[in-house]
């Protein structure tokens, strides 16, 4: 079975600060990644998504996530981030069935 | 399109009582899911459904039951409400399985907040 772990559980940091959150997935399959985005009061929405192919993988507002095999992790960064994107964060990994294993999730706090 | 639905917004149950979540997608997806979200727990999956008449245990089961009679439709059954299934529920939704790992994606509902007391 797969599993998601997220290590920092809240980031604070001030407005044009770099970001970098962590992700770690156990599976030994093929594994789809995601990042998904809880914006206060809100539902989750897709971030960003890796399948194959370049692991480098941009998604909207300015994230972007590295699968680096070796490492079985897919961080998300940010080079400069905003106080909209106080939010919490959920890495997950699709395995070999249809279910997707989310992370406990990072909240992230940005100071004006 | 709507995307995925769901009713109440809010509820407020005393133990023992019973109660329906209901969810509706419009996007004609075989797929759909309930989760649990718990504060520093992540999202957890309770059932999920594979296509009308179909469904399957998550992770955390215990206390709830599903039925998908249509495609669009996937509601959530407590029967004897617990202070421990106090929590938030969303229901999600794919169009796609593993057949096509490139577009997978799961669309999420606004989710209800459902407090046992």
């Known amino acids: 079975a797969q599993s998601v772990s997220q290590h920092n559980h809240h980031v604070i940091l001030s407005e044009a600060a770099s970001l970098e959150l962590g992700c770690n997935y156990s599976?030994?399959?093929?594994?789809?990644l995601f990042w998904y985005v809880q914006y206060p009061g809100q539902h989750l929405q897709l971030l960003l998504k890796?399948?194959?192919?370049?692991?480098l993988v941009k998604g909207i507002k300015g994230f972007e996530a590295e699968f680096i095999k070796s490492k079985f992790s897919f961080n998300l960064r940010k080079p400069s981030v905003q106080w909209s994107d106080t939010a919490e964060y959920f890495c997950?990994?699709?395995?070999?069935?249809?279910?997707?294993?989310f992370g406990t999730g990072t909240r992230l706090t940005i100071i004006p | 399109n709507a995307g995925v639905t769901q009713t109440p917004k809010f509820r407020i149950l005393k133990i023992g009582q019973s109660m329906t979540l209901q969810c509706a997608q419009d996007?004609?997806?075989?797929?759909m899911y309930w989760y649990r979200q718990d504060p520093g727990m992540g999202l957890k999956l309770i059932y999920y459904?594979?296509?009308?008449?179909?469904?399957d245990k998550g992770e955390v089961p215990n206390g709830y039951n599903v039925s998908r009679s249509t495609t669009e439709d996937f509601p959530l059954r407590l029967e004897l409400a617990a202070p421990s299934q106090t929590s938030v529920y969303f229901c999600?939704?794919?169009?796609?399985?593993?057949?096509?790992?490139?577009?997978?994606?799961?669309?999420f509902g606004p989710g209800t907040r459902l407090t046992v007391t």
């Open positions: 997950a990994v699709l395995g070999g069935n249809e279910k997707l294993t």
């Open positions: 599976y030994g399959g093929t594994v789809n």
């Open positions: 996007m004609n997806h075989n797929y």
């Open positions: 459904s594979v296509g009308a008449g179909i469904t």
């Open positions: 999600a939704s794919s169009g796609l399985g593993l057949a096509d790992r490139k577009s997978y994606e799961q669309y």
């Open positions: 890796y399948f194959s192919g370049d692991p």
